[in-house]
């Protein structure tokens, strides 16, 4: 399925669950500054796909459950939103370190270091308010990082690699009240720039047991394709599929 369609098939499905909903769309127009934080949620991420570092392909098949939790080293991330009457300014910043075992294609056993760095800014402004949902358009700007050491190699060297980049994306997200106290969130962008192209989808429920607070879960994927168009043992690429469950709690001032 290509990418368009997936975003499209997103977007239908989001549009299916608006027409659910039966309350009212909560609308924040009373002209004062609203706040929301979530520290440290969890995105269990899965990896597939691979790195390519000067002549050598490190394949990245990464499972959370029995992969990624066993090489986890650290993992920092939060979730900022601003909002005020129809303009909301967003922030995110994730961190992973990951020191996981993989097989060359030659059937080597190599030791692979991998922390990925990913920090985002951006807006979004609504543009569609119905009874049972909201409309916004967002734009913004990402940093990647990604720092990869291979041990262990047929000869005896190690490799090193520490590349970033910034890419800019632009897509849409839709908020839908299920119930009073139940939300459906979902979101889609894409981008390039220092990506020959990055895609990226969310869906998720969010529940308000408080004032002050929510608790969210749902389902993220990320898809991105990176190369530096270098050559010899300066050349890294990333083409991979990060996917997986979304939880954290958010709170709210």
Not at 8 to 32: G, K, R, W
Not at 36 to 44: N, Y
């Amino acid at each position: 399925m290509t990418t368009n369609k997936i975003i499209a098939s997103f977007i239908v499905a989001s549009l299916a669950m608006t027409t659910l909903s039966t309350q009212a769309a909560d609308s924040n127009t009373d002209d004062e500054w609203h706040f929301s934080f979530a520290p440290l949620f969890l995105w269990g991420m899965s990896m597939k796909g691979s790195s390519e570092v000067g002549p050598t392909t490190a394949p990245l098949d990464l499972n959370f459950k029995d992969d990624v939790l066993e090489s986890l080293e650290a993992v920092l991330t939060f979730h900022l939103e601003v909002q005020k009457n129809d303009l909301t300014v967003f922030a995110e910043y994730q961190y992973v370190d990951l020191d996981p075992d993989t097989e060359l294609p030659n059937g080597a056993k190599v030791d692979v270091g991998f922390k990925n760095t990913m920090a985002e800014f951006g807006a979004a402004y609504r543009v569609i308010e119905t009874t049972n949902a909201e409309w916004e358009v967002l734009t913004g700007i990402r940093y990647t990082r990604q720092q990869l050491s291979v041990k262990d190699l047929p000869l005896p060297i190690t490799v090193d690699v520490d590349e970033d980049w910034y890419d800019g994306f632009a897509g849409g997200r839709v908020k839908a009240k299920l119930s009073e106290n139940w939300q459906f969130i979902g979101r889609a962008d894409i981008g390039t720039g220092g990506s020959k192209r990055v895609w990226n989808l969310v869906g998720m429920v969010d529940y308000r047991f408080k004032d002050w607070g929510s608790a969210f879960f749902g389902y993220k994927v990320m898809d991105y394709d990176y190369d530096n168009d270098k050559s010899g043992v300066n050349h890294y690429a990333y083409d991979a599929k990060q996917q997986g469950p979304l939880a954290g709690l958010n709170f709210h001032w």
